[in-house]
């Protein structure tokens, strides 16, 4: 089976080709075949039903913060996370070829691309427009043939839509990181004593005084270091929270055995999402 139809060889991403998803997936898996979907959604089917070996999800950015109803989809996808690649964001300012800054009127990208770069953006007086992602803005300014309109987007989007780089790396932060989660249909057990891992899960507390307080409690107790914690809402109700964690450890060292046991004590639904290596650039600026 070719490299193009074998589905063990195809990693799905959210977006269009030249997406900073797309560009992550080709940076992380050079040899594999990239497959762009609508939506996350599309992104967990291609994989549930085997059209593609695995995915890549963003999950945060170190400028943006969390990706907009991730956490919400990642429990029920089906899918387990297997590892994780920290992708630098460098947005290029794309137009049609002739087109120049001083004739630009209007700039299309993804919401938080826009957000990214809005110091450029105010200093040059252009007008942001919301467009669903980076890569398909890029394709809209080269299908639309209007020079005053631009896209920021990735390098490889300006490539593959034929379009000029008028600026440069104009996000507002230098550190602009995009971390990504690699995701298959089963899961992965990494050697416990194989370097530095990352154990992935999502939880809810049970609905008492201090529940969440005495929940972590185990954490601080073991020495197990919690590196992300966020809460958002589940089932439109007030009273039922969901919280996402990242640790580092595997469930089969000690302090982390013995955390998750006094975390799922006092709650009321505990489910892992992935234990995998931790990627070296996590530990980069540490």
Request: net charge negative.
């Amino acid at each position: 089976m070719s490299k193009d139809t074998d589905p063990a060889k195809i990693i799905a991403f959210q977006g269009h080709y030249g997406a900073n998803s797309d560009l992550a997936c080709r940076a992380k898996f050079p040899d594999l075949t990239t497959m762009p979907r609508e939506s996350f959604e599309d992104v967990f089917v291609a994989v549930r039903e085997g059209h593609a070996g695995c995915a890549m999800i963003p999950i945060e950015n170190s400028v943006a913060g969390r990706v907009a109803d991730i956490h919400h989809l990642l429990p029920d996808s089906g899918l387990h996370i297997v590892g994780e690649h920290f992708q630098r964001v460098n947005h290029k300012l794309l137009a049609l070829k002739g087109a120049s800054m001083d004739g630009l009127v209007r700039v299309l990208s993804h919401e938080q691309a826009l957000s990214q770069c809005r110091n450029f953006l105010r200093e040059h007086g252009l007008e942001p427009q919301v467009h669903a992602d980076t890569a398909g803005a890029a394709e809209f300014i080269a299908e639309q043939g209007d020079k005053t309109q631009a896209a920021i987007a990735s390098r490889l989007a300006g490539e593959i839509y034929g379009l000029d780089t008028l600026a440069d790396d104009i996000e507002d932060a230098e550190h602009n990181t995009t971390r990504f989660v690699i995701m298959t249909r089963d899961p992965t057990d990494p050697p416990s004593d194989d370097g530095p891992i990352i154990t992935s899960f999502v939880f809810q507390v049970r609905n008492v005084p201090a529940a969440l307080y005495k929940a972590m409690g185990g954490f601080a107790t073991n020495g197990v270091n919690m590196t992300k914690l966020e809460s958002y809402m589940v089932g439109g109700t007030f009273t039922a929270t969901q919280f996402y964690a990242d640790i580092e450890g595997h469930p089969d060292h000690t302090p982390v055995r013995l955390a998750m046991e006094e975390l799922g004590f006092f709650s009321r639904m505990v489910k892992i999402l992935g234990v995998y290596p931790a990627d070296p650039a996590r530990y980069d600026k540490r």
